[in-house]
């Protein structure tokens, strides 16, 4: 583990970029060697301020819901609430809430999906360009509204390394925009995800069974047809990330 004259983790968030990635660095290789569950509990002892766990409530969303409420029964779950999910995604947020009691706090856009559409027309329809303002209304901004009105200090989240080739090199610990983010099941396969679901009686998001591989909105999602790689599912294969795991130097920082 990290040795005691190098600078703390809250100290961490003040290094510049260089010393702050060479800490890093050396506290991730420390939680490699650890199980989910242990790097959950370690990140609850260590990681400062409030912590929360975003969910867009996907196909394999209820293993992180699990993993956290199983070790922090009260964690904030985040939902950023674009208008546009599909009925059986609101039912799974529904059936998920109740089931594991969450602590669900719902954040959307200022303006409603009507009216944007008023506004700016079909956003999503406007190549990337479009694509991008589009979640930086509806995702990107309420879920920076959602950290600062939280007050949260620490950001779990679900991404794995073998969801897309844009996050096949990222770290557990990282800081973005001056948090500190967490992805405990960074390095898990689709395995290791169904035998969790399998082994705690968790479900599957409903339209696993109708061959989608990735939920988000209705116009952005399609089913997984043969040749096609999970990245290809989503934003007409234009883009995989939707701007909420991006580090774009805010205030935060």
């Known amino acids: 583990m990290p040795n005691r004259t190098a600078p703390t983790l809250e100290e ?5 970029k260089v010393q702050q990635t060479l800490r890093l660095t050396e ?4 939680l490699e060697s650890l199980s989910a569950q242990e790097r959950v509990v370690w990140a609850l002892e260590n990681l400062q301020g409030n912590h929360a766990l975003s969910s867009s409530f996907g196909i394999q969303a209820a293993v992180m819901l699990h993993l956290l409420t199983s070790v922090k029964s009260d964690i904030p779950v985040v939902l950023t ?29 200022p303006v409603s999906a009507a009216w944007q559409e008023t506004r700016y027309g079909k956003l999503w329809e406007q190549g990337v360009e479009g694509i991008e ?6 995702k990107v901004e309420p879920m920076r509204r959602a950290l600062d009105e939280l007050n949260i200090g620490t950001w779990f989240s679900g991404l794995r390394r073998e969801q897309s080739q844009s996050r096949a090199s990222l770290p557990i610990l990282s800081v973005q925009n001056g948090v500190f983010k967490f992805l405990p099941v960074i390095d898990w ?43 290809q599912t989503r934003f007409f294969g234009l883009k995989r990330e939707c701007g909420l795991h991006e580090d774009n130097n805010d205030t935060h920082q």
Do not use: C
């Open 12 to 16: 961490l968030l003040t290094l510049n």
């Open 27 to 30: 506290v991730n290789q420390h």
């Open 81 to 109: 609430d674009t208008g546009y999910l599909f009925p059986e995604t609101y039912q799974f947020i529904d059936e998920l809430t109740e089931r594991l009691n969450l602590n669900l706090k719902v954040y959307s856009a």
């Open 133 to 138: 303002r589009y979640n930086q209304i509806n």
């Open 189 to 231: 396969t689709n395995k290791e995800v169904h035998y969790y679901l399998k082994d705690n009686d968790l479900p599957y998001h409903p339209l696993w069974e109708q061959g989608y591989l990735s939920v988000g909105d209705t116009h952005t999602t399609q089913k997984w047809q043969p040749g096609m790689n999970e990245e």
